[in-house]
């Protein structure tokens, strides 16, 4: 859909047809009708899909539709997402299960029936379970004249077993930064091409330059007419290469890992949800918010991990005071295993201080992370040992990161504009070189 330009320079010829297999797989995975490869990132996939929604409502005369649906347990750049494409938020409940409260959501679908724009949901749910309601969910929605956007942010538990055209989605982007092999997280660029049903296809976003989109396509959204053109030649590659087999099987070990590593950890650390069978889609959230009373905040444990040698999960999202863990489908045993050693040494470094062994204001886990400059220095002063802070595992011994900074204060650093630039007075005498 996004390939209909007429004319490009030869050596563009290669892109071109990269482009068209990519998004005609794209339309596979989804179950959807036509793709746009132009949104830079998730949540500019989200701005474009909700904005192809409006264009949708306008062109049927529906130009008062504007209310977004929102779940509780939804990613924060939702509701942001809604408001920038000229929409009024009106949040859906989650039930104790961390599932949308369909009740609640019957009630606002009716309530806002002749307003009603869209409903945002991700599938499998923020809370990591797949929310068995989802049909129904979706059902709802269109019985009042409204769109499903799915976010697609977790659609690595889904390629190859489910789609979002399948559970009723009209709309959802995908961060191929994320699924389709592009390092998962790490500030790097992204991409959120979003896929659309047919009757959403017209309204794909064109650009000013370059022949593209739908024929009552909205403005670009991106400067470049397939965004982070680079990028697509990854995951054009990495579906080139795992075939539909492959694909699907990478849903299944993101799946399997985190399900491994929950049947490993919640014996140490409670699960806040789950689904009815017991299990988890592709992440768990493990709940830390009981350790406050041996004066442990989840940002301790974030910072203990560095000592182990690991960059924290997700922390206070979407619960405050916990970790969600989503370990992909990239990570080998070995890893899980060690990631899951490390979660349940520092479970009992707590367990020290809840039980009197280790002081509550002075510990290994609240005075994390050490650093090799502290740990070697030659005075010491810990009411513990050195190897206990730099080497709770033995395996540390032979792979062993160490931090560059020590413990800092969170809360000031948020609040407080800290230049690390050398003072004015240091310039007074420097004479002026050209």
Not at 2 to 7: D, N, R, V
Not at 58 to 77: C, E, K, M
Not at 270 to 285: F, R, S, W
Not at 286 to 305: P, S
Request: glycine share 8%.
């Amino acid at each position: 859909m996004g390939c209909t330009h007429l004319s490009l320079p030869t050596k563009a010829l290669g892109y071109r047809e990269i482009f068209i297999n990519l998004e005609k797989w794209l339309c596979e995975i989804t179950g959807f009708n036509a793709v746009s490869l132009q949104p830079n990132s998730g949540a500019q996939g989200e701005y474009a899909g909700l904005m192809v929604i409006r264009a949708y409502h306008a062109s049927r005369g529906d130009h008062h539709r504007n209310i977004a649906l929102i779940p509780q347990s939804a990613h924060g750049t939702n509701p942001a997402s809604a408001v920038m494409a000229g929409m009024q938020v009106v949040v859906v409940k989650t039930d104790e299960d961390g599932n949308v409260d369909i009740a609640d959501l019957k009630a606002k679908a009716e309530q806002h029936s002749a307003n009603l724009s869209c409903l945002m949901v991700t599938y499998p749910s923020t809370h990591g379970v797949f929310e068995e309601g989802i049909t129904e969910i979706t059902n709802i929605i269109h019985q009042h004249g409204g769109q499903v956007y799915m976010d697609g942010a977790n659609m690595n538990a889904q390629v190859g077993l489910t789609s979002p055209g399948n559970i009723g989605a009209d709309v959802c982007h995908l961060n191929l930064h994320k699924t389709f092999a592009i390092p998962h997280g790490g500030g790097g660029p992204g991409m959120g091409p979003i896929g659309v049903a047919a009757h959403l296809a017209p309204f794909l976003p064109k650009h000013a330059l370059v022949e593209t989109g739908g024929e009552q396509g909205i403005h670009a959204v991106s400067a470049a007419p397939w965004g982070s053109s680079l990028i697509l030649l990854v995951s054009y590659a990495y579906i080139a290469m795992l075939g539909a087999e492959g694909v699907t099987n990478a849903t299944k070990y993101a799946i399997l890992n985190a399900n491994y590593l929950k049947a490993r950890l919640k014996a140490h650390f409670p699960i806040l949800y789950e689904g009815k069978n017991g299990t988890c889609a592709h992440e768990m959230i493990l709940d830390c918010r009981n350790f406050k009373g041996a004066g442990v905040e989840v940002a301790d444990i974030a910072k203990r991990l560095m000592d182990y040698g690991f960059h924290a999960p997700t922390v206070s999202f979407p619960v405050a005071g916990t970790i969600m863990v989503e370990p992909t489908e990239s990570e080998a045993l070995h890893e899980l295993d060690r990631f899951a050693d490390a979660m349940i040494s520092i479970r009992e470094e707590i367990a020290d201080i809840e039980n009197g062994v280790a002081a509550k204001d002075n510990n290994v886990v609240i005075n994390a992370p050490h650093t090799a400059k502290l740990v070697v220095a030659d005075k010491w002063d810990k009411p513990y040992s050195r190897e206990k802070a730099a080497y709770p595992l033995t395996w540390l011994r032979d792979s062993k990161f160490w931090p560059s900074v020590a413990k800092i204060d969170n809360a000031y650093g948020d609040r407080n504009l800290v230049c690390t630039c050398l003072p004015m007075e240091a310039y007074e005498n420097e004479e002026v070189t050209a």
